[in-house]
T-cell receptor
Framework: ETGVTQTPRHLVMGMTNKKSLKCEQH?????MYWYKQSAKKPLELMFV???????ENNSVPSRFSPECPNSSHLFLHLHTLQPEDSALYLC??????????????FGEGSWLTVV | AQKITQTQPGMFVQEKEAVTLDCTYD???????LFWYKQPSSGEMIFLIY??????QNATEGRYSLNFQKARKSANLVISASQLGDSAMYFC?????????????FGRGTSLIVHP
């Protein structure tokens, strides 16, 4: 059983749809992350939140909109996506934002297909 | 500049044998942490093992051990007695502690296939 849960696990959406990915962490952590993993590409950091404040927006297109209502929940709102946005989206959390020993724990991922 | 390098895109090992997955890193920060993750085909990234830059001994967690060679800036993962369930992608990652970016850096991964 993972301490970071993501829903839905699989999502198929049209380019004009609006959908959201949800992440919840049960570890009492203060930092949360969204990563994108495309086939044959390195893991890409999208957003970082620390104590509900966004501290990193890694040049992500505006069709991806994160929301962090509290330190346990993180959302990724999706609208007007492109087929190249199809990927595995991984949510993660860590005790704190900084510190060499802060392990990042990942969720099971949400497989997104844009048609 | 790439901070984490995993030079083996794919590795094969016979069940019950040991296998070493390579990872080299680049940092000028004296404080850093090194992590290994396993990602099965289901997608979840599973934390395996951690090594701090000041740790005197190599980290071990069950069948996993980290061969930490600081002078060579390498942090190879050793899996002993491989099992079929070890087949997965393996990622090396680094987190700098002082002055460096707090954003962890991941390598491109190594695909491990365990043969029966």
């Amino acid at each position: 059983e993972t301490g970071v849960t993501q829903t839905p696990r699989h999502l198929v959406m049209g380019m004009t749809n609006k959908k959201s990915l949800k992440c919840e962490q049960h570890l009492g952590h203060n930092a949360m992350y969204w990563y994108k993993q495309s086939a044959k590409k390195p893991l890409e950091l999208m957003f970082v939140y620390s104590l509900e404040e966004r501290v990193e927006n890694n040049s992500v297109p505006s069709r991806f909109s994160p929301e962090c209502p509290n330190s346990s929940h993180l959302f990724l709102h999706l609208h007007t996506l492109q087929p190249e946005d199809s990927a595995l989206y991984l949510c993660a959390s860590s005790q704190a934002l900084q510190g060499m020993g802060n392990t990042i724990y990942f969720g099971e991922g949400s497989w997104l297909t844009v048609v | 500049a790439q901070k984490i390098t995993q030079t083996q895109p794919g590795m094969f090992v016979q069940e019950k044998e040991a296998v070493t997955l390579d990872c080299t890193y680049d940092t000028s920060d004296p404080s850093y942490g090194l992590f290994w993750y396993k990602q099965p085909s289901s997608g979840e990234m599973i934390f395996l093992i951690y090594q701090g830059s000041y740790d005197q001994q190599n980290a071990t967690e069950g069948r996993y051990s980290l061969n930490f060679q600081k002078a060579r800036k390498s942090a190879n993962l050793v899996i002993s007695a491989s099992q079929l369930g070890d087949s997965a992608m393996y990622f090396c990652a680094m987190r700098e502690g002082q002055g460096g970016s707090y954003i962890p850096t991941f390598g491109r991964g190594t695909s491990l296939i365990v043969h029966p």
